[in-house]
T-cell receptor, first 113, second 114 residues
Framework: KAGVTQTPRYLIKTRGQQVTLSCSPI?????VSWYQQTPGQGLQFLFE???????NKGNFPGRFSGRQFSNSRSEMNVSTLELGDSALYLC????????????FGPGTRLTVT | AQSVAQPEDQVNVAEGNPLTVKCTYS??????LFWYVQYPNRGLQFLLK??????LVKGSYGFEAEFNKSQTSFHLKKPSALVSDSALYFC????????????FGTGTSLTVIP
């Protein structure tokens, strides 16, 4: 079974621009969560989608948004990028028969200059 | 408030010695507890979980963890460390009292010295 895939793997953007990251969960998984990982803060929860509905949301500004499609694929959008948005963005899926744990993708490394 | 604490940013251990990576948690409902490992430039890999049942759970690569309800701890252990165990380890809790949201610790960097 294929794992969680994220595209692109690396991205360089300029302050003020916007960016869209994509995540394809493991086949059959209906829940997708997004996290921001930075060296000082660890993993910070952004949001979780389940069956196209946002189920949980972390404490991030409205510049961060997401959505989930009917095939469970998810996108995350960050508008008006700031230098502090530079991070590794991780996507995780869950919801198969062993639905307790999450399975992570390799991440998208975003650098804002 | 729900939280996970990993009190040690860095743990160093000699190869062949036992290792322990500490984790404590605070939740409002029943805790589901997890350990993940992250190698450089990679996503997190699932190691093991505690949902219910025996307090000692065994996972991948010879790791195990003990759930201690009275101390609200879930320490990761391995009897004999390998150099290849050097990585970043994250403890996580899923809180049944808050919509099953995951909460992660800040991570512990483990270095196994040859």
């Amino acid at each position: 079974k294929a794992g969680v895939t994220q595209t692109p793997r690396y991205l360089i953007k300029t302050r003020g621009q916007q960016v869209t990251l994509s995540c394809s969960p493991i086949s059959g998984h209906r829940s997708v969560s997004w996290y921001q990982q930075t060296p000082g803060q660890g993993l910070q929860f952004l949001f979780e989608y389940f069956s196209e509905t946002q189920r949980n949301k972390g404490n991030f500004p409205g510049r961060f948004s997401g959505r989930q499609f009917s095939n469970s694929r998810s996108e995350m959008n960050v508008s008006t990028l700031e230098l502090g948005d530079s991070a590794l963005y991780l996507c995780a899926s869950s919801g198969g028969l062993d639905s307790y744990e999450q399975y992570f993708g390799p991440g998208t490394r975003l650098t804002v200059t | 408030a729900q939280s996970v604490a990993q009190p040690e940013d860095q743990v160093n251990v000699a190869e062949g010695n036992p290792l322990t990576v500490k984790c404590t948690y605070s939740v409002s409902g029943n805790p589901y507890l997890f350990w993940y490992v992250q190698y450089p430039n990679r996503g997190l890999q699932f190691l093991l979980k505690y949902i219910t049942g025996d307090n000692l759970v065994k996972g991948s690569y010879g790791f195990e963890a003990e759930f201690n309800k009275s101390q609200t701890s879930f320490h990761l252990k391995k009897p004999s460390a390998l150099v290849s165990d050097s990585a970043l380890y994250f403890c996580a809790v899923r809180d049944s009292g808050t919509g099953n949201q995951f909460y992660f610790g800040t991570g512990t960097s483990l270095t196994v010295i040859p």
